[in-house]
């Protein structure tokens, strides 16, 4: 067994802020809040996040990820804060970080980091190993402040294992005797009862088989009646319940699949046609359920007939428009019922990003700039809301209801600034507490927010977090993009990877998979009256959602 020893380096420097260090029952956390001075405080905190972590249940890292960040939730830590944790089963070990929090291995000669910036993950430990958890992002095997270093030793055998081997070798010897003692019984008798035992034995070997093989096959036919009764009924159910219960069609479906797999591996041998009837079977049920479409792309606009040198990276929809950003320093208003392109362009606009549209304003986000107002009515471009020291990384922009928000995928934040007369008010946190945004890819509104990450989208409702557990089939979709809004009734999941857009209720319950070659290798997706758009540089592409 892989034992471990724990040394911490804490910072106790009040002026800064201190940290504090917990384990329990194989949670190791590292916790620092700047503006909390009290370890009583930090303790209480870590307690809770301990026992939440510990009574829960987890099988991978993503799901690992999600405890962690609900505790968070739960917990209601302040606005900023810096963990590294890990959670340890056996020889795994999972990960978690956030805030300046980070994890560094140290293997041998090498160190590598592991996680940091709101990352997670998970991996196997050897003996030798070393795990750095640290607060600051300075190197935790040079720098020892505000850093806990646990390594990774290998346990003295008990005396129970290391009395194996002499069991085993006794073992032998006494079959050697035996060999040796029946050799000399025979050694003197006739050939003929050295043959009439040797033919006993072959008789005796025969019956011992056959009656082994009847008994498997006995038990053969009786699990796969069994089996194929209990995976038909689920499957008949699944298809029962789906207008009325989507999760629960979908989750009856995964487990008829999960049941083969369970048969498969407990026939004594392969019983191809009856494992391929039932395969079929489960393939026509799930091709019913999920109403998984292959749909062709049809080439709804080329950019560049309708203006010289258009292209596009982005874009966003508005009503019936969207607004496509292209770097080099232009925007074009597209109106997808009328088809009619609109191209403005400025030196101000070059290196935008991203884009939003109110009525005829539009506003783009460039780097190190800030947001861009470009109003036709105005002489030119001006900076509307200027960079902000405090940014992290600006992920996605959206215009709902005249106020601006942008997302901060690397602070895990949405910011919400409000018209005013002269311009916008200070930002405000969305969120009432807690930063829960961090690795976001996009983010969607219709009076709540739902915002998403690579393998889960989380919904918001004036701050807090809602109800919403959604049901996808099989594994879910790996998200590029949230997409839905006010006016529409459904939410859309572009998956790039797979090349599909994933439909779902607005509670979260699973309707259907549109497929297209378009999908993969577009840059940005919009949906408008029951059909996808994807962007493709110059050419916008549009598939049938129906």
């Not at 009574?55 to 690992?64: I, K, V």
């Not at 498969?264 to 019983?271: F, G, I, Y």
């Not at 008010?425 to 739902?450: E, L």
Request: proline share 3%; charged share 25%; net charge neutral.
């Amino acid at each position: 067994m892989i034992t471990s020893r724990v040394r911490a380096h804490l910072n106790h420097d009040q002026e800064s802020g201190i940290s504090i260090f917990k384990e329990d029952n194989g949670f190791s956390i590292l916790l620092m809040i700047p503006e909390e001075r009290d370890a009583e405080v930090l303790g209480r905190y870590c307690h809770f996040l301990s026992e939440f972590v510990t009574s829960s249940s987890f099988h991978n890292a993503t799901e690992f990820d999600g405890v962690v960040s609900d505790a968070f939730r739960t917990a209601n830590l302040p606005l900023s804060f810096s963990i590294a944790c890990l959670f340890r089963q056996d020889t795994v070990v999972y990960l978690k970080t956030y805030g300046e929090g980070t994890v560094v291995l140290r293997r041998d000669v090498r160190t590598v980091p592991l996680v940091s910036h709101g990352a997670f993950a998970s991996g196997k430990i050897e003996q030798g190993d070393e795990i750095a958890l640290s607060i600051g992002g300075k190197d935790p095997f040079t720098n020892l402040d505000n850093c806990v270093h646990i390594e990774f030793g290998t346990e003295e055998r008990s005396e129970e294992r290391v009395a194996s081997p002499e069991v085993k070798i006794m073992a032998r010897s006494q079959v050697g005797n035996f060999s040796k003692t029946i050799k000399d019984r025979l050694s003197g008798r006739r050939p003929l009862v050295l043959l009439a035992v040797l033919v006993i034995g072959v008789l005796l070997s025969i019956s011992i088989i056959r009656s082994y093989t009847n008994k498997t096959a006995q038990e053969d036919r009786q699990n796969l009646a069994k089996m194929s009764e209990l995976i038909s009924q689920k499957l008949e159910q699944a298809q029962d319940v789906f207008e009325l219960n989507s999760g629960r069609s979908v989750a009856l479906l995964s487990e008829a699949k999960q049941d083969l797999k369970n048969l498969e591996s407990k026939l004594h041998s392969t019983h191809k046609n009856e494992i391929e009837v039932l395969s079929n079977k489960i393939e026509e049920t799930e091709k019913n359920i999920l109403q998984k479409n292959v749909k062709k792309a049809e080439e709804f606009i080329d950019l560049g007939l309708e203006e010289k040198g258009a292209t596009g990276t982005m874009m966003w929809r508005y009503d019936d428009k969207v607004v496509i950003v292209n770097p080099k320093g232009a925007v074009y208003i597209l109106s997808l019922e009328k088809k009619t392109l609109e191209a403005r362009s400025s030196p101000a606009l070059v290196g935008s990003s991203l884009a939003g549209l109110d009525d005829s304003v539009v506003y783009t986000y460039r780097k190190g700039k800030g947001v861009i107002k470009m109003d036709p009515e105005a002489a030119k471009p001006i900076v509307a809301i200027k960079l902000d020291k405090d940014w992290g990384n600006i992920a996605d922009l959206q215009v709902f209801n005249k106020n601006i928000y942008l997302l901060d995928s690397y602070k895990g934040q949405i910011y919400k600034y409000i018209p005013t007369d002269d311009g916008f008010a200070t930002r405000s946190s969305y969120f009432k507490s807690g930063a829960y945004a961090q690795n976001a890819t996009s983010f969607a509104i219709d009076q709540s927010i739902f915002v998403a990450q690579t393998k889960q989208i989380t919904k918001y409702t004036a701050g807090l977090q809602d109800g919403f557990n959604p049901t996808y089939p099989n594994d879910g979709p790996t998200i590029a993009r949230v997409i839905t809004g006010s006016d529409v009734d459904d939410l859309y999941i572009w998956d790039r990877s797979h090349g599909s857009v994933v439909i779902l209720s607005k509670g979260g319950d699973y309707k259907k998979t549109i497929e297209s070659s378009a999908l993969t290798k577009a840059t940005s997706v919009e949906v408008f009256n029951g059909s996808a758009y994807a962007l493709q540089g110059s050419k916008i592409f549009k598939i049938d959602l129906k």
